[in-house]
């Protein structure tokens, strides 16, 4: 499929995470594995938990990256190994920076698990650029009231993270950035500015328009570098809309662990095996690193395709 505008169009695989947990796995894809600083793109769900049942991602580690985790339904309990407890509900913003390692959890609480209820939402990782990947792990939380809002060409656009159109979220970033929140009504546009060298939108709700061709949610379309898209909403329709400045020199990425050398990553592997990790309070279990194996770091310099 050719669209004027459009370099890539990404159908994420449905994958089960136990539990009848699904995600889509947007980023990494075989033939992109970043956008901007952005390197891992999960949609969460929707999925409905029954009365007692729940999340448990039980604590693993991170380094060289940042998850930045938002939702449209539901509730996460979140600690991590500096010590936070968050819980984050639809339209908050969880930013966790991991530098030179961390490591969480991500929970159904007692009381959410108690009565069940759906789980929507999205988690990123956002690589960090080389001078901050060795930075102190840190945790920040927003409220939905916290991030701004631009209402300029018509749509909602949510601020998460990062600039667009001249509008700064407070959350801390690392390198140039955006990721927004968009709301659209039916036949309304959303016009995506060339600010930004890479960039990318994913439809989570509804179906949006562009040059005759039907963009349905669940799909990622990489935008063409250095042109202004302009999408038509053919339905009451949400998508998240995201890119940034790419980095010098390629990112390697194994399991939950992101760096500009393979070397550092096998490093964090046993570290992690080690117990060299600060420990997440609260918490008595982990996750175990898989074997190396044949499953090698992956480099971004065999996915670019710009
Ligand atoms: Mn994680």
């Known amino acids: 499929m050719s669209i004027p505008g459009i370099d890539l169009v990404i159908v994420p695989p449905l994958r089960d995470l136990g539990d009848g947990f699904h995600v889509k796995r947007v980023l990494p894809s075989p033939s992109k594995m970043m956008v901007g600083p952005f390197i891992f793109f999960d949609q969460m769900g929707p999925t409905h938990f029954n009365a007692g049942q729940g999340l448990d991602v039980r604590p693993h580690p991170h380094i060289g990256l940042a998850t930045v985790t938002y939702l449209f339904e539901g509730e996460i309990l979140h600690r991590d ?96 950035l955006f990721y927004v929140d968009a709301r659209l009504q039916d036949a309304t546009k959303l016009s995506v500015p060339a600010t930004y060298a890479e960039r990318a939108i994913y ?51 194994w399991w939950n662990l992101v760096a500009s050398s393979a070397e550092r990553i096998h490093a964090a592997r046993e570290d992690w095996q080690a117990g060299r990790f600060q420990v997440v309070p609260g918490e008595s279990e982990s996750i175990p690193a898989p074997e190396l194996g044949a499953a090698r770091p992956r480099s971004s310099e065999s996915t670019r395709t710009s």
């Open 203 to 253: 439809v989570t709700e509804g179906a949006l328009e562009l040059g005759g061709h039907r963009i349905e949610a669940g799909q990622m379309l990489v935008l063409h570098t250095g042109q202004e898209v302009v999408f038509n909403a053919v339905s009451d329709s949400r998508a998240v809309v995201l890119g940034g400045e790419p980095f010098d020199e390629p990112r390697f990425i």
């Open 81 to 176: 190994s500096v010590g936070s407890v968050q819980a984050i509900r639809p339209g908050e913003v969880n930013w966790m920076t991991a530098g030179r390692g961390i490591a969480h959890s991500e929970r159904t609480s007692p009381a959410v698990r108690a009565s069940g209820g759906p789980i929507s939402g999205i988690q990123l990782w956002v690589a960090l650029p080389k001078a901050h990947e060795e930075t102190n792990p840190s945790f920040a939380h927003f409220e939905s009231s916290q991030l701004p809002r631009d209402l300029s060409l018509g749509a909602s656009m949510t601020v998460i993270a990062g600039e667009w159109r001249g509008v700064q979220s407070p959350v801390e970033v690392y390198s140039p």
